[in-house]
């Protein structure tokens, strides 16, 4: 079993910073590939926010460059996304995933979270 646990979201002001969390915990054999955040407003599909690989590489939408900032420590497994100067449109459920193995006969496979909500509002 493999659990993705999000924390960090809630409620700001426009041009407000919100810091989110994601740390898988379980039956994970070795480092998790990509892991990355995605976010679903509502009426609208789920979308990729930002990803990154284990060795660094990112990935951004868009609309998010230059204000949100994606980072993960291999050692706990945990990817974090640091949100600056956050919008009434950066409003929506924001989903951990997370690319991984969970032994050595398993081959990889996405895992989701259970989501965070993100409200941007004065």
């Known amino acids: 079993q493999v659990q993705l646990v999000e924390s960090g979201g809630g409620l700001v002001q426009p041009g407000g910073s919100l810091r989110l969390s994601c740390a898988a915990s379980?039956?994970?054999?070795?480092?998790?590939?990509?892991m990355g955040w995605y976010r679903q407003a509502p009426g609208k599909e789920r979308e990729l926010v930002a990803s990154?690989?284990?060795?660094?590489?990112?990935n951004y939408a868009d609309s998010v460059k230059g204000r949100f900032t994606i980072s993960r420590d291999n050692a706990k497994n945990t990817v974090y996304l640091q949100m600056n100067s956050l919008k009434p449109e950066d409003t929506a459920v924001y989903y951990c995933?997370?690319?991984?193995?969970?032994?050595?006969?398993?081959?990889?496979?996405?895992?989701w979270g259970q989501g965070t909500q993100v409200t941007v509002s004065s």
């Open positions: 995933k997370a690319n991984l193995r969970t032994g050595p006969m398993q081959w990889w496979k996405d895992y």
């Open positions: 379980g039956s994970i054999f070795i480092i998790p590939d990509t």
């Open positions: 990154i690989t284990s060795g660094g590489s990112t």
